[in-house]
């Protein structure tokens, strides 16, 4: 696109949107006009039935007053394009109202009209006053067809729990280059969005702007979801081979996964998502400390040490993902299972639940035979998806006090390691497909269904097992089992 070397402009005309004749109650007398022939206005008896809220308390302000005109800029949407409106409310002899609405803009031949642009657009001031924007725009961001002006790009864009990056218009224009962000968005309360926001620099009646352009990323998770339709079919004959004979169970497992190959890719961001965000949060606190001349070297030292685990933990992650094509050899150690968790409880150190209550209980150094890493990462997703489902449900109860209970205990042939947490639980039906691969109750904010699947399999490898209870709306269980080690020499 090279709109930033362009001028978004539009011309002038005198053509009424709207015309009302009313007392100062509000009860209108004649009304007519251009909105009410599209169907974006209705004919009521009150104003009230009839203009958003922000409107209303101007006109209420306006009789109140002894002025004898008020004005009002808005935008209106209809079916083909979002225009401008300059409204007047004027107060007449009669001691009676009228408002009337003019269009403000039409398109001019040889310039470019956001209406034209296939996608969400908005023309954006430095403050971010939206002085402009599209149909597309209003449908995505906006609950009215119409909306007074100012309207500001930052109360709009609101990001939600899942979004990677905090919308920040301020922060987008420091950039030189253009800026562009991944966010998830809400508009209502079950329409989740997740979009590419591009902040371009253009020229707009010779001021400098940005054009804030949405590209709607929500159709590859739906492409992703019709790949998973297609494969279903295979993937129950190999789970019917899995339930005929557990002891093919591997190889059947390698054959789905060299078939299903191309999905499986996708498992490398939900795996890795958490360790680069570990690291993206410690490299900002350095730079943080290093503006503020408070580095240390032994804070030095501690951050670095923070870091090269992530990065050794994202190596042996890869080297999973690796080993999907091959049945692994295991390459068991002697691992401490105290070290590990306090290991996995610093790495998603980032994820925020408010109040938390959070009780670990042990009794002892336990150990087990495995792999640290592995034993880390199946940690790791558990609290994640623990802590994500205690965020949950706090947003939608503020007086939740959100728990998770940790427990690690041994008995003469078992060690236990539980994890409890009051969050929103998940039901009996999800239950009985939560091993299974690519099965996800996240699939709209991108979830892959690979997480438990994937840990699943690194707690056979490690000959331990996993069990999960739960209350749809009270409570989710997670028990690991691990053979006890006997005859430990030193």
Request: net charge negative; proline share 2%.
């Amino acid at each position: 696109m090279y709109l930033n070397k362009q001028m978004i402009y539009r011309g002038i005309t005198n053509r009424e949107a709207f015309y009302f004749l009313m007392d100062k109650k509000g009860e209108i007398n004649k009304s007519h006009g251009d909105l009410f022939d599209k169907g974006i206005l209705v004919h009521e008896n009150s104003i009230l039935k009839v203009m958003p809220l922000n409107v209303l308390v101007i006109f209420n302000e306006f009789i109140n007053s002894t002025n004898k005109e008020a004005h009002i800029e808005m935008v209106s949407c209809s079916d083909d394009d979002a225009s401008t409106i300059d409204c007047k409310i004027v107060r007449k002899e009669t001691d009676e109202f009228e408002m009337v609405g003019y269009y403000k803009h039409v398109d001019v031949p040889g310039q470019i009209s956001i209406d034209k642009l296939p996608y969400p657009i908005a023309i954006v001031k430095k403050d971010g006053e939206i002085i402009n924007l599209n149909r597309s725009f209003i449908d995505y961001f906006l609950e009215s067809r119409i909306v007074v002006k100012p309207i500001f790009i930052q109360d709009i864009i609101k990001t939600n729990v899942y979004s990677p990056e905090k919308f920040d218009y301020l922060k987008m224009i420091e950039s030189d280059a253009n800026s562009r962000a991944v966010l998830c968005h809400f508009k209502g309360s079950e329409n989740n969005q997740t979009f590419l926001l591009n902040l371009i620099p253009i020229v707009s009646g010779r001021k400098e702007c940005y054009l804030a352009a949405v590209k709607d990323l929500t159709q590859f998770i739906d492409v992703q979801q019709n790949l998973e339709n297609q494969n279903e079919e295979l993937r129950k004959q190999v789970q019917e081979e899995f339930e005929i004979n557990k002891a093919y169970e591997l190889k059947l497992l390698k054959k789905n996964r060299l078939e299903s190959l191309g999905e499986i890719a996708s498992g490398i961001f939900h795996e890795l998502n958490q360790p680069l965000t570990h690291l993206s949060l410690k490299i900002d606190n350095m730079l943080d400390k290093w503006h503020a001349g408070t580095v240390t070297e032994l804070y030095l030292l501690e951050k670095t040490e923070q870091i090269q685990r992530q990065i050794l933990r994202m190596r042996g992650i890869i080297d999973e993902m690796k080993q999907f094509s091959s049945v692994p050899d295991s390459k068991d150690e002697l691992v401490n299972v105290q070290s590990v968790l306090n290991c996995a409880l610093d790495d998603i150190s980032y994820i925020q639940v408010k109040g938390l209550i959070l009780v670990v209980k042990h009794v002892e150094e336990i150990c087990i035979k495995g792999s640290s890493n592995e034993l880390e990462q199946v940690f790791v997703n558990i609290l994640t998806n623990s802590l994500e489902s205690l965020q949950l449900k706090l947003s939608a109860n503020e007086n939740l006090k959100p728990k998770l209970k940790i427990a690690i205990e041994q008995s003469d042939e078992l060690v236990t390691i539980t994890f409890v947490d009051n969050g929103l639980g998940a039901s009996e039906g999800d239950l009985g497909n939560i091993f299974k691969p690519f099965f996800t109750t996240k699939k709209s904010i991108g979830g892959t269904g690979l997480g438990l699947f994937i840990i699943n399999n690194l707690m056979r490898k490690m000959n331990g097992t996993i069990d999960v209870t739960s209350k749809s709306g009270n409570f989710f269980k997670t028990v690991l089992t691990f053979p006890v080690l006997k005859n430990i020499e030193n």
